[in-house]
């Protein structure tokens, strides 16, 4: 006498879609997933090397002894204030454009000048740069809670600084 399985072919037929059914979709929000917090990091590191290439602009030309214009810690947009060759605008420029000179596509779309502060420590001699930055994702602004109350808001902002020492010290 001959046994016959349990689960026969004909049964099992339609299995495997049912099964790639509920399981394709938890993937494709793990790669989507995966895949922004990918260009989160991308741009993060491309706004971090803006920012040292600006902060270097800034180290590099300032003299020790102007300090004293550049303590007024968190911000310099003091309209008073000229330091050599426009070298604050020059700075933002390159921070956010690429270029000292500016330009009109940013590094990062939503980056403006106006993200861009600057402070001394004079104690340290050191100029510190600080860039904030709103990163949004590619696709989706929120993740809906299926009425379980309001969406998830996953927009946030970068917020970068980076310190770089003046030559010349005293």
Same mark, same amino acid.
């Given at each position: 006498?001959?046994?016959?399985?349990? #689960?026969?072919?004909?049964?099992?037929? $339609?299995?495997?879609?049912?099964?790639?059914?509920?399981?394709?979709?938890?993937?494709? #929000?793990?790669?989507?997933?995966?895949?922004?917090? $990918?260009?989160?990091?991308?741009?993060?590191?491309?706004?971090?090397?803006?920012?040292? %290439?600006?902060?270097?602009?800034?180290?590099?030309?300032?003299?020790?002894?102007?300090?004293?214009? #550049?303590?007024?810690?968190?911000? #310099?947009?003091?309209?008073?204030?000229?330091?050599?060759?426009?070298?604050?605008?020059?700075? &933002?420029?390159?921070?956010?454009?690429? %270029?000292?000179?500016?330009?009109?596509?940013?590094?990062?779309?939503?980056?403006?000048?106006?993200?861009? %502060? +600057?402070?001394?420590?004079?104690?340290?001699?050191?100029?510190?740069?600080?860039?904030?930055?709103? +990163?949004?994702?590619?696709? +989706?602004?929120?993740?809906?809670?299926?009425?379980?109350?309001?969406?998830?808001?996953?927009? +946030?902002?970068?917020?970068?600084?980076?310190?770089? &020492?003046?030559?010349?010290? %005293?």
């Amino acid at each position: 006498m001959t046994r016959r399985p349990l #689960l026969s072919g004909k049964r099992q037929q $339609g299995l495997a879609a049912v099964e790639m059914t509920l399981v394709l979709p938890v993937l494709l #929000l793990l790669l989507l997933a995966t895949a922004e917090i $990918g260009r989160m990091l991308y741009q993060y590191n491309t706004l971090t090397k803006a920012q040292r %290439s600006g902060a270097r602009l800034l180290a590099t030309h300032l003299n020790y002894g102007q300090q004293a214009v #550049l303590n007024d810690c968190p911000t #310099l947009d003091d309209p008073v204030i000229l330091l050599p060759d426009n070298l604050m605008a020059r700075s &933002r420029n390159l921070i956010v454009y690429g %270029s000292e000179l500016g330009g009109d596509e940013p590094v990062l779309p939503g980056l403006e000048t106006a993200d861009v %502060s +600057f402070c001394e420590v004079p104690a340290l001699n050191e100029v510190q740069v600080h860039v904030r930055y709103d +990163f949004s994702p590619m696709l +989706f602004n929120s993740l809906p809670t299926f009425g379980l109350g309001d969406p998830v808001n996953i927009d +946030f902002t970068l917020d970068s600084s980076i310190s770089m &020492r003046v030559l010349g010290g %005293s």
